[in-house]
């Protein structure tokens, strides 16, 4: 029991003398404490935008490589075109240069020769069989050119 009075009286002491310390600090020593606090509050404020920083690098990491699973393997190349995939592409393309024919309904295309060139726009190439106004079946290339959204911008063939 005596033991614990006296650290009841050591630490008395301590406390005693840290309240002392304190009223005569002067201006000068208030001032570095002062400083010193606030140093540290910048420090852990730096240390926690680091670590927001590189949990947002990381997750940009992340997304940029789930986008890039994402990306589609068409096959002619042409890429999702304002959320238009190859097919409907295709379709819209096929649609057009189907309203140009002599005979609209004997368009035959050749699935298997799909090309796509990245110009100003972007063109997608295929070929098909129509007939013509003869009704003699000829091979044509059909080419059909697309903006960044997926609008048809024009459409010819050979």
């Given at each position: 029991m005596k033991a614990?009075?006296?650290v009841?009286?050591?630490f008395a002491l301590?406390?005693?003398l840290g309240v002392v310390l304190v009223l005569f600090e002067t201006d000068e020593q208030a001032a570095a404490r002062e400083a010193e606090y606030k140093q540290a509050e910048v420090e852990k404020a730096q240390v926690k935008a680091e670590k927001l920083q590189a949990k947002e690098d990381k997750q940009a990491a992340k997304d940029?490589?789930?986008?890039a699973e994402k990306v589609v393997k068409t096959r002619s190349g042409i890429p999702n075109l304002g959320g238009k995939s190859e097919p409907e592409l295709i379709t819209v393309c096929q649609i057009?240069?189907?309203d140009?024919?002599?005979n609209p309904r004997s368009m035959d295309v050749i699935n298997s020769n799909l090309k796509y060139k990245k110009e100003l726009n972007h063109e997608l190439w295929f070929q098909f069989y129509a007939k013509n106004q003869f009704n003699a079946e000829s091979k044509h290339?059909?080419?059909c050119e697309f903006d960044n959204d997926g609008n048809l911008l024009s459409s010819k063939f050979e």
């Open positions: 614990l009075k006296w009841g009286i050591v301590m406390m005693a940029k490589d789930e986008a057009d240069i189907q140009k024919l002599s290339t059909a080419m």
